[in-house]
């Protein structure tokens, strides 16, 4: 079970995971789970480490996992045993290398661990290159991967894997295909389930609007706006910020909410504040940490920040950095996700 030399596949996937070479033994192709066989065929040049077919990361993830089952002895069933249940919690985000933006997760880990105290906390960063400027500092953090692999290893059953990503956009959507190659994996956890990111319901989206707007600077007027940076996604679930935008403007008709990488973008949002003849904007992040799109995309001095293009269009502008998972009424939204989580663990798994 094994990749084949020269393909360039098992490159591309240690550096995607920083999985050390030694989880692979090289021959010609390797099993998916239900025996069935799939052949990796290799490709000419180098077109292999830019493709970002789907499918190939799956079979990928798939390889990984089978072979950290094969390799890890506690994986191979209970032969006959009955395996004593223990259950953990594994947080998930993007990440950060930012000190300054590591209060955020501080938090959140604080609600979780005063929520289950008795529950042990993991965590993984799905940012390969957040990984890697950590580990060059001497800080190791586990991809979702890894993590699951070590908690399947310290004899971990029952598992709630909270996403503390703001949509349900493509980050969301790779964790959720690891999760279920874990689920569906012979002889591992008992039970497995994902709790949802930020904003999945109209619930969520009317709790989130009640946050927001409860955590606006006091020092900020009625006539002064109030714009929060999401970090937008190709995916269609970016269509919850615009949703968000239109709720908040309800209750505070000077709230607007624009993206980094979507829509609407901060020529949307700079439009909308000359028409409302608004000379005074607080820049809020509306990310989980106030990390480098916050502190430069946002807040930084450079021409293409949004503090320089709305400062240039004649908008006073007053950055707040601080990610929202430093918020508690935030912080409670994704913890009632993880509540729910643990419900739906195995039923003899009480908390």
Known sequence: MCLADGDGFSEIFMDKWDIPGSFFKRSGDF????????????????????????????????????????????LAGHHGKETPSKKGILLVAFGTSMPEAQGAFANIEAQVRKSFPDVPVHWAYTSTIIRKKL?????????????????????????AVQSLHTILGEEYDDLEKTVSAFRHMSGGFHSL?????????????????????????????SKDAVVL?????????????????????????????????????????SAMLKEKNIKKAFLVPFMSVAGDHARNDMAGDEEDSWKSILTKAGVTCVPVL???AEYDNMAAIWIGHLKLAMDHLNPHMKH
């Not at 499918?55 to 798939?62: A, E, F, I």
């Open 31 to 74: 099993f998916s789970p239900g025996n069935r066989n799939v052949s990796l065929k290799p490709h000419a040049g180098t077109e292999n480490r830019t493709m970002k077919n789907r499918t190939l990361k799956n079979l990928l993830c798939t390889a990984l996992l089978v072979t950290v089952f094969i390799s890890t002895p506690c």
């Open 135 to 159: 580990a060059a500092q001497g800080k190791q953090l586990d991809s979702v991967e890894m993590a699951l692999a070590r908690m399947m290893d310290q004899g971990f059953t029952d598992v």
């Open 193 to 221: 389930v994902l709790g949802n990111p930020l904003l999945t319901s109209q619930d969520d989206m009317d709790r989130v609007c009640r946050a927001v707007l409860e955590n606006i600077p006091k020092e900020r007027t």
């Open 229 to 269: 940076m999401g970090h937008g996604s190709p995916h269609p679930s970016n269509a919850f910020y615009a949703a968000m935008m239109f709720h908040l403007q309800r209750k505070d008709p000077n709230v607007f909410v624009g993206t980094v990488e979507g829509s609407p973008d901060i020529e949307d949002i």
């Open 322 to 324: 601080k990610g929202t």
